[in-house]
């Protein structure tokens, strides 16, 4: 039986009941040959550094004032620019294309 097919069955043993005991994982888990157990533990060290870094890192869908000017705040000033570019984009980039291409 391939890893793959060792990780099927044993996700579908687990899916029978709707939330899998301690227990019930840990006996399913004693009876995975070697290889498909050096899977297993590589892939809880993936769900700790994945569940680590999740907690270290806020959430986007918790964005805040702040943490939005938190973000951006390396690029205040990094580029010299027209006062009124928010407002006026659309003439200066008719203007900056005009020149590259030429009026067509």
Known sequence: MTLVAIA????ANLA??????????????????QDALDLVAQFVQLLKKSSTASSESPSLTESSPASDTADWSDLIGCVSA????????KTYLAEGWAQKYGDH
């Open 8 to 11: 099927i069955k044993l996700i």
């Open 16 to 33: 029978h009941s709707a939330v899998a005991s301690l227990e019930q994982i840990q006996q399913e888990i004693q009876t995975l040959p």
């Open 82 to 89: 027209e006062e009124d570019l928010s407002v006026n984009y």
